[in-house]
């Protein structure tokens, strides 16, 4: 199938391809169906794409990359919409904002993705996380998480 990016252009994506997200984003809750695209510029960085609005591509990256430690408490209630199995493979995504030439990981708010069954919720954690915890700066060549290292210095 083929579907329309702003950022993109005209992509050709699979039907399995397209992560169900039962309550969308925060912000963009009315759209469900979405896609992540690698970044072929910045291995750090995937993008959601909606796939109801050509407009909408969000910046994910792996809290991970960037925390070691980072860990995130999941109620079972939010782990439940994942319809996880055991042999299913996790990952947790921090949305990517930008404030002036500082680019940010929301790890308040991660995304949890069931990779092997395409079904995503974004969280809310109830731990005490930063929700805007400074990865890189625009316009310099570095990775982002060689910015980061710097930024805590």
């Known amino acids: 199938m083929q579907i329309t990016s702003s950022r993109f252009g005209l992509l050709s994506i699979e039907q399995s391809d397209i992560i169900l997200m039962p309550h969308g984003l925060i912000g963009f ?3 469900r169906h979405w ?3 690698s970044n072929t510029n910045n291995a750090s960085v995937a993008w959601l794409q909606s796939i109801a609005l050509a407009h909408v591509a969000v910046p994910v990256v792996s809290p991970r990359r960037f925390d070691s ?7 079972k209630r939010d782990l439940s919409q994942l319809h996880l199995r055991q042999q299913d493979a996790v990952y947790v995504l921090s949305v990517v ?10 790890l308040k708010s991660p995304i949890l993705l069931n990779a092997t069954r395409q079904i995503a919720v974004q ?3 109830t731990d005490s996380q930063v ?5 890189g700066q625009l316009g310099n060549k570095s990775n982002v998480q060689s910015e980061r290292v710097r930024a805590a210095a």
């Open 35 to 37: 896609v992540l695209l």
């Open 69 to 75: 430690e980072y860990r995130v408490q999941v109620s």
């Open 29 to 31: 809750e009315s759209s």
């Open 97 to 106: 904002s930008r404030n002036q030439d500082l680019l940010t990981a929301n």
């Open 123 to 125: 969280i809310i954690t």
């Open 131 to 135: 929700l805007a915890l400074p990865i």
